[in-house]
């Protein structure tokens, strides 16, 4: 992983749970989802998948486990969160109740078939082994497959310099056929711009939460790092040049 991303999923991972916890549990949640999913992106694909209470659900590069909080909250699926970076394993421990494996996208420690749906919420988008890791969700999800994507979409292929670092932004076309070889199909999808604005309540818990991590940490790396690539991906999507889409996959008959 890339040293900009390591400081956003292992070192900024663990000072927000600190401020989370010290701000209050109705923090938690919306602190853990920063970047990886909204209420109403997170409530389109609890439907899609069809979550229902009992059922497990694997977070495939959970982060700090805030969109699979969100959902074991709405709907009392069983989360098992799976998370590369140390740092965010250990803030999604602080912060939330489920069970956290620290192991790669690629190669989910889940057995064949053994759990009901599975996720993987902007991670397509940071690794280039994307095949395996659709590979992976499948392979690991009962028939028929339930697998839900937030994927952020090239409207063209960008060149080098212009993608942060550590990012692989497929186009819509390359999508497409990722999913196909990896015997999938999309049952639904939806762009995020299509979805209802954030609450204001969670917006202003998330500014809280980004607001005391700028006052302690502003003038660490780590934290300038994790910004600047926050900011760059945020001009891609304000100037048309990447999208944030949302699929609900089945597996192919």
Do not use: K
Request: charge should be negative; aromatic fraction near 4%.
């Amino acid at each position: 992983m890339s040293d900009a991303m390591s400081a956003e999923f292992d070192t900024v991972a663990e000072w927000t749970a600190d401020v989370a916890v010290e701000l209050g549990p109705d923090h938690r949640v919306p602190a853990g989802c920063r970047g990886s999913g909204s209420p109403a992106a997170l409530d389109w694909l609890v439907e899609r998948l069809d979550l229902a209470s009992g059922e497990t659900l694997v977070d495939c590069g959970a982060g700090v486990g805030g969109p699979a909080a969100y959902a074991a909250q709405r709907t009392e699926v069983r989360p098992l969160l799976v998370e590369p970076e140390a740092g965010a394993c250990r803030a999604a421990r602080t912060l939330f109740a489920h069970p956290v494996v620290r192991a790669d996208a690629a190669a989910l420690p889940v057995a064949d078939g053994s759990v009901d749906a599975a996720w993987a919420l902007g991670v397509l988008c940071t690794t280039e082994a994307q095949l395996e890791l659709l590979r992976e969700l499948l392979r690991v999800t009962r028939t028929p497959g339930r697998i839900g994507l937030l994927v952020l979409v090239a409207a063209e292929p960008l060149g080098e310099a212009e993608v942060p670092e550590g990012n692989h932004f497929p186009t819509m076309d390359a999508f497409h056929r990722l999913v196909d070889e990896a015997g999938l199909r999309i049952d639904e999808a939806c762009g995020t711009d299509q979805l209802d604005p954030v609450p204001g309540e969670w917006s202003r818990r998330v500014d809280a939460v980004t607001a005391e991590l700028t006052a302690r940490h502003g003038d660490d790396r780590a934290w300038q790092q994790a910004e600047r690539q926050s900011d760059l991906i945020g001009e891609l999507i304000a100037d048309g040049r990447i999208s944030a889409e949302l699929f609900s996959l089945r597996r192919r008959r």
